[in-house]
């Protein structure tokens, strides 16, 4: 699964994936709240390459983001990257979703 197989340190992202494939019942978004069409894949991207810019999300986070949501669109797993599981993908959304609100 995406996350696990990474070399970098995926910091609060990442512990916060370990925490809802541990106790599901939190991922209580569903599968297609979380799909995204090919625009909203690109503003996921330059969102998270800004804040890491910004400072706001360490490399390994960034690093994170990036490989759940795939380098390129992916209709096969409702725009994310293969192996990007419901945990994933419910706080990847999450985190996007603050971090548009901190414009």
């Known amino acids: 699964m995406i996350g696990e197989a ?3 340190d ?3 992202v990442a512990t916060a994936i370990g925490e809802i494939r541990a106790n599901p019942g939190l ?3 569903p599968e297609e709240a979380m799909a995204l069409t090919l625009a909203e894949h690109a503003v996921y991207q330059d969102k998270q390459a800004a804040v890491f ?3 706001v999300l360490t490399s390994g986070e960034a690093q994170l983001v990036y490989r759940s949501l795939g380098e390129h669109f992916n209709p096969d797993n409702g725009g994310w990257a293969n192996g990007a599981d419901k945990a994933t993908k419910v706080v990847i959304t999450k985190v996007v979703a603050e971090l548009m ?3």
């Open 53 to 55: 810019s910004s400072g």
């Open 6 to 8: 990474l070399d970098l």
């Open 101 to 103: 609100g901190a414009d």
């Open 27 to 29: 991922g209580n978004l």
């Open 10 to 12: 995926g910091g609060r």
